[in-house]
């Protein structure tokens, strides 16, 4: 392997600590229920997830306390821009 592997290797791992700290932050923040939809989020739309980790330690950092799933999807949805949840309704 030549010196451009191992610094990819590198930055996998630092990346990898990273996202880590971040799972453990977002624990810490949220309610369980919040984590798993922050976690489905995160499966879904990485860069969604991404802002909305953002805002969410910023809160914390103000000492907001925990946040619920209600707040959390909240958010979600006016970070996406107030999209409206779709109904189907057969006949």
Do not use: S, W
């Amino acid at each position: 392997m030549g010196e451009g592997a191992g610094d990819r290797e590198a930055e996998i791992l630092e990346a990898k600590r990273m996202e880590a700290k971040l799972k453990a932050a977002l624990r810490m923040c949220l309610t369980p229920e919040a984590y798993e939809r922050m976690a489905n989020v995160r499966m879904a739309n990485p860069e969604l997830y991404a802002a909305a980790a953002r805002q969410i330690l910023a809160h914390a950092g103000k000492g907001g306390g925990k946040l619920g799933d209600a707040k959390v999807l909240a958010l979600l949805r006016a970070m996406r821009g107030g999209e409206r949840e779709t109904k189907i309704t057969f006949k």
